[in-house]
């Protein structure tokens, strides 16, 4: 069991408002670009139970297969993508650390599976020591986890992808994983954080997810450096990671998991000048988490907000993907991928069309302020 010396705190901005100054930077971890894909296998699980909504996404299941000759509409083939580009995301992160904190600003973005993101960066003058990071999907023990791989040597990158994507199409034998880890724990400047760990994403049921995790930390825990503490998820589940971070003798680490246009609400404080420095401290167990005021606005109120940002219009966008069904896809069972404005065209389903104005709807300061009154205070820390 990995048993750190350790020195991991954690701070909440609207408590400790000039911690910040105690320190020469602060971190952003675990952001996502428009590279990366977002599952929406989720929708059946958590909106059939639903009457409503579950009578109206059965509709459209049935209407699928009238026009696909009996085809399933299966909500695992299709995904949807982050409005901002790689230098759109770190520009919003770095600008949010020096305007809100007055500190200096590293940053580590980490897309699901892909590194196209930090390697795009890297050719541009500005951004050539941009970490190469990434957000490993990693099935086991029936349900999948994630880690955050910082800071891999640019030389052996890609070699490295090709590795994890061949570990995630077809899990090995036992051990390779473990192997895997190992291999990219030899590497000192390297970070391996378990994302959000006790989130059951996959919704196989906690009892399911908590004999996997146990299995995991016993097999692969050693190469594990920190657990997340993650900017999205509720503070109830992030206080529970804390604590079993304490008892398996882990720092605990930020990972603000941005997916839209809110700046990451969980950082990490460093006296660190560089990411290999930041990375050696937490390599040693020293860790400062710092909550930025956002977080304390309420775990739904904010996902509606990120809700908003995806689902807004984006004139600018990057790949030229302006409205928000241009940026949601499908594979079809032919293995052809189409976005949903492809598979609708100018017909977009009225309840989906109700859906999107009444989130829009967010973006007008009075419903923001109900819908904070409303979801927010109770759902503080």
């Known amino acids: 069991m990995l048993t750190p010396p350790q020195s991991s705190r954690i701070h909440f901005h609207w408590r400790e408002p000039?911690?910040?100054?105690?320190?020469?930077?602060?971190?952003?971890?675990h952001g996502h670009t428009l590279h990366s894909q977002e599952s929406l296998g989720f929708i059946p699980q958590i909106c059939s139970p639903l009457p409503l909504v579950g009578h109206l996404i059965e509709r459209q299941a049935s209407r699928y297969r009238e026009l696909n000759s009996g085809?399933?509409?299966?909500?695992?083939?299709?995904?949807?993508?982050?409005?901002?580009?790689?230098?759109?995301?770190?520009?919003?992160?770095?600008?949010a650390i020096e305007q809100s904190l007055d500190r200096a600003a590293l940053v580590s973005l980490t897309d699901h599976d892909t590194i196209a993101g930090p390697m795009q960066l890297r050719v541009l003058q500005p951004y050539k020591r941009v970490p190469v990071s990434v957000e490993w999907t990693v099935p086991f023990g029936g349900t999948f986890?994630?880690?955050?791989?910082?800071?891999?040597?640019?030389?052996?990158?890609?070699?490295?992808m090709r590795a994890m994507e061949a570990f995630t199409q077809k899990p090995g034998a036992e051990g390779e994983l473990s192997d895997l880890l190992a291999w990219f724990h030899a590497s000192p400047q390297t970070l391996i954080v378990f994302n959000h760990p006790l989130w059951d994403e996959k919704g196989v049921g906690l009892e399911r997810h908590w004999f996997a995790l146990g299995r995991l930390l016993g097999?692969?825990?050693r190469f594990f450096h920190a657990l997340e503490l993650n900017g999205l998820r509720p503070w109830a589940e992030n206080r529970r990671v804390a604590d079993l971070a304490r008892g398996l003798g882990y720092p605990v680490i930020s990972g603000g998991d941005r997916h839209g246009r809110e700046p990451n609400a969980c950082l990490n404080?460093?006296?660190?000048?560089?990411?290999?420095?930041?990375?050696?401290?937490?390599?040693?167990g020293v860790s400062e988490v710092l909550?930025?005021?956002?977080?304390?606005?309420?775990?739904?109120?904010?996902?509606?907000?990120n809700i908003a940002d995806v689902l807004s219009e984006d004139p600018g966008h990057a790949l030229g993907w302006?409205?928000?069904?241009?940026?949601?896809?499908?594979?079809?069972?032919?293995?052809?991928?189409?976005?949903?404005r492809e598979l609708w065209g100018e017909r977009e389903p009225w309840v989906i069309r109700a859906f999107t104005r009444g989130v829009g709807l967010m973006r007008h300061k009075r419903v923001e302020r109900m819908v904070r009154r409303v979801w927010g205070a109770a759902q503080a820390v």
């Open 322 to 340: 302006r409205r928000w069904s241009d940026r949601v896809f499908y594979r079809k069972p032919d293995g052809v991928v189409k976005s949903l």
């Open 219 to 221: 097999e692969c825990g």
């Open 269 to 284: 404080l460093t006296n660190a000048t560089s990411f290999d420095q930041f990375v050696a401290e937490v390599r040693d």
């Open 145 to 160: 986890f994630h880690l955050g791989i910082h800071q891999m040597p640019a030389a052996v990158a890609s070699e490295w």
């Open 18 to 29: 000039r911690v910040a100054a105690n320190f020469r930077a602060a971190v952003s971890l």
């Open 71 to 95: 085809a399933q509409l299966d909500f695992n083939q299709a995904w949807w993508t982050p409005p901002l580009a790689p230098a759109l995301a770190y520009e919003l992160e770095r600008r």
């Open 291 to 305: 909550f930025m005021p956002q977080y304390n606005h309420g775990h739904t109120y904010r996902i509606l907000g």
